[in-house]
């Protein structure tokens, strides 16, 4: 089993910058790809980023390109996501999440961190 923790979420005013923190407990995660996932109130969950196993590989929501930076640390067994030039449209629940690379979809997911940026 993996549990995973957010931390690093918060109240920031448009064109700030916040870096959320995934810590992994359980077992390691240096093999697993890493995800977050961000939740705004009435919509679908959507895919914020993902980088694999050795951080060789990073994709991002169109939404997010340019502005957000998934990184890794397997040491730590945490993985970050830097937000900068937050928007309004950013402000959401954003969730952790991990899997095997041979699988289709996450397993383990964390609690969610609060993000709100104010215009």
């Known amino acids: 089993q993996v549990q995973l923790v957010e931390s690093g979420g918060g109240l920031v005013q448009a064109g700030g910058s916040l870096r959320l923190a995934c810590a992994a407990s359980g077992r390691t995660v240096s093999t697993y790809t890493m995800a977050w996932f961000r939740q705004a109130p009435g919509k679908e969950r959507e895919f914020v980023a993902h980088?694999?196993?050795?951080?060789?590989?990073?994709s991002y929501a169109d939404s997010v390109k340019g502005r957000f930076t998934i990184s890794r640390d397997n040491a730590k067994n945490t993985v970050y996501l830097q937000m900068n030039s937050l928007k309004p449209e950013d402000t959401a629940v954003y969730f952790c999440?991990?899997?095997?690379?041979?699988?289709?979809?996450?397993?383990?997911w964390g609690q969610g961190t609060q993000v709100t940026v104010s215009s």
């Open positions: 980088i694999t196993r050795n951080g060789g590989s990073t």
């Open positions: 999440a991990s899997k095997d690379p041979l699988m289709m979809q996450y397993a383990y």
